[in-house]
Nanobody, 124 residues
Framework: QVQLVESGGGSVQAGGSLRLSCADSRRTSSNNGMGWFRQAPGGDREFVAGINWRGPDTYYADSVKGRFTISRDNAKNTVYLQMNSLKPEDTAVYYC?????????????????WGRGTQVTVSS
């Protein structure tokens, strides 16, 4: 069974960068789309970025477009989220998730495996 583990979260000042990673700790072979979601305190979980099994198709929330980049290394079963020009409103717990199909989706119901999340805090 897939077990996703996120890493790379932390605290940065506004304008800084972080790179999140998400790996399947059990190295389960898959051909699924992957996505990143986030949830701020008191808020709903929202879509951030998604990538299909075979690139280069990627999808982004409008709020992060041009600042965040999602990528994947299928040989390592790892997906990345490069976050640049971070803003205080990017503060949230970030979750990676595996889609039920080879395509990514903006909808959380289309994902059946989730990591436990990693905290990202951006100070002004």
């Amino acid at each position: 069974q897939v077990q996703l583990v996120e890493s790379g979260g932390g605290s940065v000042q506004a304008g800084g960068s972080l790179r999140l990673s998400c790996a399947d700790s059990r190295r389960t072979s898959s051909n699924n789309g992957m996505g990143w979601f986030r949830q701020a305190p008191g808020g709903d979980r929202e879509f951030v970025a998604g990538i299909n099994w075979r690139g280069p198709d990627t999808y982004y929330a409008d709020s992060v477009k041009g600042r965040f980049t999602i990528s994947r290394d299928n040989a390592k079963n790892t997906v990345y989220l490069q976050m640049n020009s971070l803003k205080p409103e990017d503060t949230a717990v970030y979750y990676c998730a595996q889609s039920r199909t080879p395509r990514a989706s903006r909808f959380s119901n289309d994902y059946n495996y989730w990591g436990r999340g990693t905290q990202v805090t951006v100070s002004s």
